[in-house]
C-alpha cells in the first residue's frame, strides 16, 4: 500500500517506520523542515529504543521517505493517515483540533477518490464527521474517514505496533475497512486481533482504554496511602488483587502519579466531551483530581523524610522524565516535586540517563549530576522518581557511603526496603506500611 503519514511526532513517525518495515510504501510529512533534514539525514527528533535502527533500514530499502511536501506524498497515496497533535486546548480542556482540520484542508486539494483518510491521533468523537463534512464543502465526495487509534507506550513504541493487544477500526463503510485490514494483514499473522467497529466508538475507545488505566493508577495509589496508614504493603496487595485475572496485574504499581503525554491529556478531554454531551463521569472526574494532588504532594513527602524541612539541605534525584525508556517531559511528576523542593530551598542535584537535554529547558536552578552515584555525593537524601532500569541494581552500600544524610525515599518501590535498610539507609517507599513511612 502507499501511505502518506501526516505528522512526524511520536505516533506518526513510530507507525510510519512500522508500516514500511511490513513492506508498504511510507511517506512521513512534516511542516517542520528541521525534522524532516534531520531525518533524512538519520537523526531522530525523539529517543525511542530500536526506532532509528528501524527508520535507517527502512529508509534504505526505499519503503520510507520523509518530505514536507505534503501535496506530493498525498496525491499518489491510497490511504493517509493523520497523525498530528491533538494537545489540550487552552482554557477549556478539549483537544485542540486545529493541526488536524489544517492538514485536512490541505490534503483535501491534491487527494485522489478512493483514498482513505485515516486519523491516528488522539480525536475526540465525531472528529470523524467534521472531517467529512470539511472534505465535502471541499468538494469531494467518493472519500472515506475511518479511526485508527494507537495504543503505543513511549519507551515501547516499535514492539507495542508490531505486537498489539489489538487493532481498532472504526470504519463506516466497506472500502476503507478493506484498507485497513490490507495495512494491518502483516500483524493478522500474528493472530492480532482487530476491532472493526463504528467511526465514533473507536474514536471513544482510546479515550475510554487511557482513562481506564488513570482510574487503576490512581486507585493503587489512594490504596498505597491507605496502607501506610493501616501498617500493610501496597505492592502486596497490588499482586494479591492482581492475580485475579479479573483484576489484572498491570497498572498497578503506586508511585508519584501519572504523567505524560497521553493520561493527563486524554483524561481531560474525554471529561470535555461528557461535559459538551451533558452526561457526568464521576470516577474520571475524581481520578483527574486525585494524580494531581498526589503529583503536588510528593514534595511533603520528600520534605517529611528530611525531617520537616528541606532549606540548605542537597537532594539528589534519581530519572526526570515521566517514565523509564524515554526523554518525554511533559506533565513528568518530576517538576512540580522538583520545582517545590527548590522553592523550599533545597539545592538538587539530578540525573537522568536521557532526558537532561529536555530538563534543561524545563528546570531552572538545578544541576545535573553525570550518574546516580555522582546525584548522591554529598547529598543529604537520595530520591527515585523514574524507575530506569539502572536505577534498579545500584550499589546501596556505596550510595549510603556517598549521601551526607543516610535517606533514600524510593518514589517507584525500586528497593525491597530490608535491603536498603541493611545497607544502611533509611528508607522511604509508597505505601509500604507504617514502619517503613515513619
Ligand atoms: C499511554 C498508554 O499506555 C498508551 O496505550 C497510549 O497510547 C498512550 O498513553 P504512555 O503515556 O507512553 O502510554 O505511558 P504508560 O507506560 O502508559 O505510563 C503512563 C504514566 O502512568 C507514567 O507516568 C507511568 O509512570 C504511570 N504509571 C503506569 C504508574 O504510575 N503506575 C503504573 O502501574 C503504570
Known amino acids: 500500500m502507499r501511505i502518506a503519514m501526516i505528522g512526524t511526532g511520536y505516533v506518526g513517525l513510530v507507525s510510519g517506520a512500522c508500516f514500511a518495515d511490513f513492506g508498504h510504501q511510507v511517506t512521513c510529512v512534516d511542516k517542520d523542515s528541521a525534522k524532516i533534514e534531520g531525518l533524512n539525514a538519520g537523526v531522530m527528533p525523539i529517543w525511542e529504543p530500536g526506532l532509528e535502527a528501524l527508520v535507517r533500514s527502512n529508509a534504505e530499502r526505499g519503503r520510507l521517505s520523509f518530505t514536507t511536501d505534503l501535496p506530493e506524498a498525498v496525491k499518489s497515496a491510497e490511504a493517509v493517515f493523520i497523525a498530528v497533535g491533538t494537545p489540550t486546548r487552552r482554557g477549556d480542556g478539549h483537544a485542540d483540533l486545529t493541526f488536524v482540520f489544517d492538514a485536512v484542508r490541505e490534503l483535501a486539494m491534491v487527494i485522489r477518490p478512493g483514498t482513505v483518510v485515516v486519523t491516528k491521533s488522539t480525536v475526540p468523537v465525531g472528529t470523524g464527521d467534521q472531517i467529512e463534512t470539511i472534505l465535502r464543502e471541499e468538494g469531494i465526495t467518493d472519500i472515506s474517514v475511518a479511526s485508527n487509534p494507537e495504543f503505543l507506550?513511549?519507551?515501547?513504541?516499535?514492539?507495542?505496533?508490531?505486537?498489539?493487544?489489538?487493532?481498532?477500526?472504526?470504519?463506516?463503510?466497506?472500502?476503507?475497512?478493506?484498507?485497513?485490514?490490507?495495512?494491518?494483514?502483516?500483524?493478522?499473522?500474528?493472530?492480532?486481533p482487530i476491532l472493526i467497529t463504528g467511526r465514533r466508538t473507536a474514536e471513544l475507545t482510546k479515550?475510554?482504554?487511557?482513562?481506564?488505566?488513570?482510574?487503576?493508577?490512581?486507585?493503587i495509589n489512594e490504596i498505597a496511602d491507605l496502607?501506610?496508614?493501616v501498617d500493610a504493603d501496597v505492592?502486596?496487595?497490588?499482586?494479591?488483587?492482581?492475580?485475579?485475572?479479573?483484576?489484572?496485574?498491570?497498572?498497578?504499581?503506586?508511585?508519584?502519579?501519572?504523567?505524560?503525554?497521553?493520561?493527563?491529556?486524554?483524561?481531560?478531554?474525554?471529561?470535555?466531551?461528557?461535559?459538551?454531551?451533558g452526561v457526568d463521569q464521576r470516577i474520571v472526574r475524581t481520578t483527574v483530581e486525585v494524580n494531581d494532588r498526589r503529583k503536588e504532594q510528593m514534595v511533603e513527602r520528600v520534605v517529611g523524610a528530611l525531617g520537616g524541612d528541606v532549606a540548605g539541605k542537597r537532594i539528589g534525584v534519581l530519572g526526570l522524565a515521566f517514565k523509564p525508556n524515554t526523554d518525554d517531559m511533559?506533565?513528568?511528576?518530576?517538576?512540580?516535586?522538583?520545582?517545590?523542593?527548590?522553592?523550599?530551598?533545597?539545592?538538587?542535584?539530578?540525573?537522568?540517563?536521557?532526558?537532561?537535554?529536555?530538563?534543561?529547558?524545563?528546570?531552572?536552578?538545578?544541576?545535573?549530576?553525570?550518574?546516580?552515584?555522582?546525584?548522591?555525593?554529598r547529598s543529604d537524601a537520595l530520591v527515585i522518581v523514574t524507575e530506569w532500569d539502572e536505577f534498579r541494581a545500584l550499589d546501596l552500600e556505596r550510595i549510603a557511603e556517598l549521601l551526607k544524610g543516610k535517606v533514600l525515599v524510593d518514589l517507584r518501590n525500586v528497593y525491597d526496603p530490608d535491603e536498603a535498610e541493611s545497607a544502611g539507609l533509611t528508607y522511604y517507599g509508597v505505601g509500604r506500611g507504617r514502619i517503613l513511612h515513619r
Open 235 to 277: 505492592q502486596d496487595v497490588a499482586r494479591g488483587i492482581g492475580l485475579d485475572n479479573r483484576i489484572g496485574a498491570k497498572f498497578l504499581h503506586a508511585g508519584p502519579g501519572y504523567g505524560g503525554s497521553c493520561f493527563p491529556k486524554d483524561t481531560l478531554a474525554l471529561l470535555k466531551t461528557a461535559d459538551l454531551a
Open 330 to 377: 511533559r506533565e513528568a511528576p518530576s517538576i512540580p516535586l522538583v520545582n517545590g523542593l527548590v522553592e523550599r530551598g533545597a539545592t538538587l542535584s539530578a540525573f537522568d540517563p536521557v532526558a537532561r537535554e529536555q530538563a534543561e529547558k524545563v528546570f531552572t536552578g538545578v544541576e545535573f549530576a553525570n550518574d546516580a552515584y555522582a546525584a548522591a555525593e
Open 207 to 219: 479515550y475510554a482504554a487511557n482513562a481506564f488505566l488513570a482510574v487503576k493508577i490512581s486507585f
Open 153 to 192: 507506550r513511549e519507551g515501547a513504541a516499535i514492539a507495542d505496533f508490531k505486537h498489539p493487544d489489538r487493532i481498532v477500526v472504526g470504519a463506516e463503510d466497506a472500502h476503507s475497512q478493506d484498507v485497513l485490514r490490507e495495512i494491518y494483514r502483516p500483524l493478522f499473522l500474528n493472530r492480532a
Open 227 to 229: 496502607c501506610e496508614a
